[in-house]
């Protein structure tokens, strides 16, 4: 296996403590050996496993992670007038969201490299998947998020796991560049945010698992962007599969963001070589985040595919979120919905087969929901009052 740096070219062996370009700093990419794609596409058994010979790590603490549904929703499709809408629901996955497919990879070359404990700054997810396979392994779990900010259920699951938990009085980029720091002075830590490059090769499995499923690459995939590791992993999930002979064309890949957190969008906009906004807010949690570490990874997979980005208020988020939970029966978290209000807001008629990817499971932030519309009444005990609520 070799990293591979995608702003200056550079290569050198893999090694599973070198995150980023000792050149030019941009986070680096985990490319297997050429004798994996030679021997290409004997994949066996399930889920991200069954992907391992393209993986950092031949197995992994599992809890049963990927092989999530691929399902098809025809009503809001056609309300979008998209020909073939499927969403791939990562909120099945086992702590409810794709941070699985990543985290049951990082924490394998955890223990390969022998680390006593492995880390993260996290808005929420990261910290309740990395906590799960951490107690899995036997290894301790320390995780930095920002205070007041992290949705119950996240936090729930976290404590849960038994995992040491920091609420940093800042946002998630002051956690983030601390949880750097800290990696970089205590050696017994590993450090489990998607600047990893390992833990991106097992959310490409994500890809792999849509043109399996389809029997081909889907014309257009939509997922939101945080820190965007998901888009840069998706990218080179397709473009792997390609090399491979699976699938013949690849995607367009279009990143969402929300309003009052879109550095991506922005630095697409203008060009730019540096991505940040100050004070990001959206009611998304998962994707409140100023300053993306994959940002480079994020803008070279739009760029490259013919994609886009673009952004989505938390009104039409909340709206998006109550459309698929109340017409496909798909409870997604707030962050997951943006692509489906993206599609809502965007139009994308006659774009053939699109798939949004619904990044985290509902239940994560309960108390979004009161938000919703609501068809709930206090009712007397008698059948009269009852009556009155059966649609006619
Ligand atoms: C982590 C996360 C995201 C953002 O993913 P990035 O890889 O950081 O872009 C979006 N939605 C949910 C639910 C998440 O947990
Ligand atoms: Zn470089």
């Known amino acids: 296996m070799t990293l591979h740096c995608i702003s200056c070219d550079h290569r050198q062996p893999h090694d599973p403590l070198t995150f980023v370009c000792p050149r030019c700093g941009t986070p680096l990419e985990v490319l297997p050996d050429p004798e994996a794609f030679a021997r290409g596409g004997s994949f066996e058994g399930r889920g991200v496993w069954r992907y391992r010979a393209l993986l ?37 996955n086992p702590t409810g969201s794709f941070k699985d497919r990543g985290m049951t990879v990082g924490v394998a070359l955890a223990l390969g490299i022998g680390a006593r404990a492995v880390a993260c700054a996290s808005t929420g997810n990261t910290a309740a998947s990395m906590a799960a396979y951490a107690a899995r392994a036997g290894i301790e779990a320390i995780v930095l998020v920002p205070a007041g900010k992290v949705a119950s259920g996240k936090l729930s699951q976290t404590v849960a796991c038994g995992a040491t938990i920091a609420h940093v009085e800042g946002d998630f980029d002051d956690a983030m560049r601390l949880v750097v720091e ?8 590993y450090l489990l945010n998607s600047i990893n490059p390992n833990r991106l090769e097992g959310q490409k499995t994500l890809a792999f698992e849509v043109c399996e499923t389809l029997g081909s690459a889907p014309d257009v995939v939509v997922l939101p962007m945080g820190n965007a590791g998901n888009i840069s992993a998706l ?57 993306p570490v994959n940002w480079k990874k994020a803008v070279a997979a739009i760029r490259e595919s013919g994609g886009e980005a673009g952004t989505v208020t938390d009104a039409e988020i909340l709206a998006a979120q109550h459309d698929l939970a109340a017409r496909e029966g798909l409870f997604v978290e707030p962050a997951s919905a943006a692509p489906i209000a993206y599609l809502r807001k965007r139009g994308l008629e006659g774009a053939g087969t699109v798939v949004c990817i619904a990044t985290g499971h509902g239940l994560k932030d309960p108390e979004v929901v009161s938000r919703h519309p609501a068809r709930e009444t206090r009712v007397a005990p008698g059948l009269e009052a009852l009556r009155e609520l059966i649609p006619r």
């Open 235 to 291: 990218w080179k999930g397709f473009k792997e599969f390609q090399l491979l002979g699976r699938i013949e064309r690849l995607p367009r890949m279009i990143g969402v963001q929300a309003e009052g957190a879109a550095p991506i969008v922005r630095a697409l906009g203008d060009g730019a070589d540096a991505c940040r906004v100050e004070r990001p807010e959206t009611i998304a949690t998962a994707i409140r985040i100023g300053a």
């Open 56 to 92: 950092p790590a031949g197995r992994g603490p599992t809890l049963g992670e990927g092989d999530t549904g691929l399902h098809r929703c025809e009503r809001l499709g056609l309300e979008f007038g998209l020909s073939t809408l499927y969403v791939k629901n990562e909120g099945e």
């Open 182 to 189: 800290l990696a970089a002075r205590e050696r017994s830590l």
